[in-house]
């Protein structure tokens, strides 16, 4: 019912407060996409990137393994052992799973791989529990470190921005940049001077989880969702590209 009579906005770079079942989907497409083997074979927005007209040196690093990537406010990590959200201690070829930290203070600090593909680049190998009802499919874990504030917090120290409750229909653009594109759902409401003021008409987005953590503002409280645990996040710039009748 909070979102009858919604208002139409103009598209353009906003700030915005993502709720964790709208950011949970975009972040959890980054990690699934953080694989090793992509990245070494040039395929994936860690791939260690040639200068034009060069060869990669004999022995030259693959990906950016090592490099900061991210605002230093975001760590990410799993657990198969955390209390809120646990999984499976074991991977699908039955390797023990033990606690793995992605990304650490905004650099990439470790990568999933296969046994396989471990063993042919002499690398550490990660396995990696699925969160969720199966043990051998659907999303990895993800653990993201946030701050203290609550939601309604974040939403008093905003002047001027909008919250989303939810995306849907996300699908991949460029798997170089990560860009994706989107619906907003189930709620998106204007915020004006700490208060939420109407709802809005929803939007069609395009973004890259990459600038989001970014892009960051302020990190609330993680709570749990899909089987991982993901802040709310007040982001700077995010882009709605259209207007959508989609409800």
């Given amino acids: 019912m909070g979102s009858t009579n919604a208002r139409e906005m103009e598209p353009g770079k906003y700030t915005v407060i993502l709720e964790p079942a709208a950011s949970v ?23 260690k ?39 499976a201690a074991f991977a699908g070829d039955g390797h023990p799973v033990v606690h793995t930290k992605w990304i650490d203070k905004g650099v990439i600090t470790a990568m999933p791989n296969s046994r396989y593909w471990a063993e042919k680049t002499g690398s550490k190998y990660y396995p990696t ?36 409750t ?6 991949a653009l460029d798997p170089q940049t990560l860009l994706y594109t989107g619906l907003t759902r189930d709620g998106t409401f204007y915020i004006e001077n700490g208060e939420i003021k109407y709802p809005i008409k929803n939007f069609r987005f395009n973004e890259s ?5 970014n892009n960051i503002e302020a990190l609330g409280k993680p709570q749990r969702i899909n089987g991982s645990m993901i802040p709310p996040m ?14």
């Fill in 209 to 213: 989880p990459i600038v989001i953590l």
């Fill in 49 to 87: 990137k040639t200068e034009e007209g060069k060869d990669k040196a004999d022995g030259a690093p693959t990906n950016r393994l090592g490099e900061k990537m991210f605002d230093e406010r975001v760590t990410i990590y799993s657990d198969p052992l955390h209390s809120e959200c646990p999984t």
């Fill in 25 to 47: 989907d975009l972040l959890s497409n980054m990690l699934r996409n953080m694989g090793q083997r992509s990245a070494d074979e040039g395929r994936s927005f860690l791939s």
């Fill in 234 to 247: 007040k982001i700077r710039d995010f882009t709605f590209s259209s207007l959508s009748d989609a409800v």
């Fill in 166 to 171: 939810r995306l849907w229909y996300i699908r």
């Fill in 129 to 164: 529990a699925y969160a969720g009802a199966s043990r051998f499919g659907g999303n990895r874990q993800m653990i993201m470190e946030g701050g203290k504030q609550s939601l309604e917090e974040m939403i008093k120290d905003t002047r001027r921005g909008v919250l989303v």
